[in-house]
């Protein structure tokens, strides 16, 4: 491609502005601090990169690998939401401002000591180990910069940091606090196009049908500016789309990161641009839409879609011109610029040369005439043999498909003697198609008495390998939901979960602060947990992540130098129940 094109191309992107879209709430960068003390300010996580079925709704700040450094109220406000969980966001805070916004503070590992009273007191006036608390204004009122937790690995944390977040306060929307210059990390590396890949779209049957992706490899020239390995123009049909794979990076972090911008121009024209400045919560499964699925549910990288496909949402799509879609007619050519922007203003190029095939050569969709079409505005329905049935309700899927639902014969679901399997295994659809909202899976067929209190539903890999999937039998059927495509079966989990203490019955533990043990599960996973100790119900904190449970026994006034009798009850999410006693001197 000419030198002086890719000049030409460039410039004028430069000078486009955005033509449609959701505008962002605009913030003061003046009216918020920090929210950490003590920390080197490097990132693990941006806001809106694609996570499993979400974007990443906030910003996650490193704490030096370790716990306990000090979290800040990033302005003046007070505390209007008070989280407490193994899961999610862990220990979490909500702090609402004057100005309109709420700021949050996720995985920590302790409170404010009036905060931390007020919790011990509510989960134990209510018999809660996990509690969601809202309060009202003055409660606790807090102020910017003061220390209102210390940092830690709580929830679904991978690794020590804070997950910060920025929220419009009245209608939750998260927004993108690093892009507006809340956050400010050291950052002039511009995103990496790392593949590139071509569909066509053929209608039939008025639903879209997809070719197999063409795959292309970039090169990386001077100034980010990249363009396919193969040098002469790249051979597209009557209508397809582009995908492109891309990643980003930050000064003297390994992490990778996701973008904030992608835009497509087709001969100097905007056709196509995604960008996400924030969300409403409700809007966040569409990131399946946005990005292309079967690439990105096994990639670390983002593969976004260059199109506006039947059941997304135009909300973060600030141009799109027939959907994105890119044609050419017989030996016509043209020209294409694809530019990726990361949240610091880091801009990569990608610009090559397209050419229309011959008709003969351009991709014709083909789908059986016997076929059922599964219509994503309409409820469907299918049943197999008479164990099992599915409901799709409209909406559930991103675009029409053709029903594939089926007996797996040549799949035999196979666990070890701690799981009975009590069905077939049956397909619905396939793994790669994503789902926007849930689906309903019934297995109609007797089960033994004495199994049905520990039957639920199992997804099937495809070497045969159970996992846990939900539901309870009930009346001669088990009805459940889900939001995954794939294989299913119905098995019983029949064996109890594990407790072991971190020390031994009669223990003398004068000198201990907590009691811990270890939990474990062998399928099903923890569905409860409670404890007591002289018939006094105790808080328990569990860790999922190292499978331990602790008791804090100072905070819960155990003492006396005497014999104090302990109980701790596990359940799994099959109703199997494991109950230790013992007790120890303290």
Request: proline residues 4%; contains cysteine.
């Amino acid at each position: 491609m000419r030198r002086g094109y890719i000049h030409l191309v460039l410039t004028a992107a430069a000078a486009v502005g955005i033509t449609a879209g959701a505008s962002a709430q605009r913030l003061d960068t003046a009216y918020y601090d920090f929210p950490l003390r003590d920390v080197a300010g490097y990132y693990s996580a941006n806001f809106g990169e694609m996570r499993p079925n979400h974007f990443h709704s906030g910003t996650d700040i490193k704490t030096d690998g370790v716990e306990g450094k000090p979290v800040v109220a990033a302005a003046d406000g007070y505390v209007s939401r008070i989280f407490m969980s193994p899961w999610g966001y862990g220990l979490a805070l909500y702090v609402t401002h004057p100005n309109g916004t709420t700021t949050v503070y996720g995985h920590l590992s302790r409170f404010r000591k009036d905060i931390a009273d007020y919790v011990w007191q509510q989960r134990h006036s209510q018999r809660k180990n996990r509690v969601d608390l809202y309060c009202k204004e003055g409660t606790f009122t807090v102020k910017r910069g003061e220390e209102i937790a210390r940092s830690g690995d709580t929830g679904s944390s991978g690794g020590p940091h804070l997950h910060f977040e920025i929220r419009d306060a009245r209608t939750q929307k998260t927004l993108n606090v690093i892009q507006q210059g809340i956050l400010r990390p050291k950052d002039d590396i511009a995103p990496l196009m790392m593949k590139l890949h071509y569909v066509e779209v053929d209608t039939v049957r008025n639903i879209p049908v997809h070719s197999a992706l063409r795959t292309y490899a970039l090169q990386k020239g001077p100034d980010s500016i990249y363009r396919p390995a193969q040098t002469s123009p790249l051979k597209v049909g009557r209508r397809g789309y582009f995908i492109v794979e891309v990643s980003d990076r930050k000064n003297d972090c390994a992490n990778t990161y996701g973008v904030y911008r992608v835009t497509e121009r087709l001969d100097e024209r905007p056709i196509f641009e995604y960008r996400n400045d924030g969300f409403p919560f409700n809007f966040s499964r569409y990131c399946n839409s946005v990005s292309y699925y079967p690439i990105q549910r096994a990639s670390r990288n983002e593969a976004i879609r260059l199109t506006h496909i039947e059941g997304g949402t135009s909300y973060f799509y600030t141009v799109v011109e027939d959907r994105g879609i890119v044609s050419a007619a017989e030996g016509e050519s043209r020209n294409v610029v694809i530019e990726a922007a990361d949240d610091c203003g880091n801009v990569s190029t990608l610009a090559f040369e397209i050419e229309g095939k011959p008709d003969s050569e351009c991709f014709t969709g083909h789908i059986d005439p016997e076929s059922d079409i599964i219509r994503r505005g309409s409820d469907f329905t299918a049943r197999v043999d008479s164990i099992f049935s599915v409901t799709v309700p409209r909406g559930a899927l991103y675009e029409s498909v053709v029903s594939d639902i089926a007996r797996e014969d040549d799949l035999r679901p196979h666990a070890d003697t701690t799981v009975k399997v009590l069905s077939p295994a049956y397909r619905v659809l396939d793994r790669s198609i994503p789902l926007h909202k849930g689906i309903t899976l019934t297995f109609t067929t007797p089960v033994d008495k004495a199994l049905q209190r520990h039957t639920t539903m199992a997804s099937v890999s495809s070497n045969g390998s159970l996992a846990y999937a939900g539901g309870s039998y009930a009346d001669g059927s088990l009805k459940a939901q889900t939001s995954t495509l794939g294989t299913y079966c119905l098995a019983a989990d029949l064996t109890p979960p594990t407790i072991r203490p971190s020390f031994k019955d009669g223990e003398d533990c004068r000198s201990r602060r907590t009691l811990t043990f270890r939990i474990a599960d062998n399928f099903s996973g923890i569905g409860s947990y409670t404890a007591s100790i002289d018939g006094r119900w105790v808080a328990v904190d569990y860790a999922p992540k190292h499978a331990r449970a602790t008791i804090h026994l100072d905070a819960e006034g155990i003492t006396g130098g005497v014999a104090h009798e302990v109980s701790f009850t596990l359940t799994d999410n099959c109703g199997n129940r494991t109950v230790w006693k013992g007790s120890i001197v303290k």
